[in-house]
């Protein structure tokens, strides 16, 4: 059975920082892209950034230049490195990954930014 579990959400004042991870286990063939995703109250879960199995990455507009995600393919992990916070990006963050050619998510974790 494959799982992703995150980690690292809390709760931060505005213009802090916080890291995500997010590592996958269990029968694992292969995983594509990973990525990560939020959904705040009364929102659409949205994309935040995601990265290939090469290094390739894509950042949703909102957070270029403040988020940087990266991955560890020996680890089946991703990580979400957030700088410069606002309570805009408060939300349940999910890991998201492509494995064994299924998507796959998390089960998320919040992250709280206080102005």
């Known amino acids: 059975q494959v799982q992703l579990v995150e980690s690292g959400g809390g709760l931060v004042q505005t213009g802090g920082s916080l890291r995500l991870s997010c590592s996958a286990s269990g029968n694992i063939f292969s995983i594509t892209v990973m990525g990560w995703y939020r959904q705040a109250p009364g929102n659409q879960r949205e994309l935040v950034a995601t990265v290939t199995s090469g290094g390739k990455t894509n950042y949703a507009d909102f957070v270029k230049g403040r988020f940087i995600i990266s991955r560890d393919n020996n680890k089946n992990t991703v990580y979400l490195e957030m700088n410069s916070l606002k309570p805009e990006d408060t939300a349940v963050y999910y890991c998201?990954?492509?494995?064994?050619?299924?998507?796959?998510w998390g089960r998320g974790t919040q992250v709280t930014v206080s102005s």
């Open positions: 998201n990954a492509n494995i064994n050619l299924l998507g796959r």
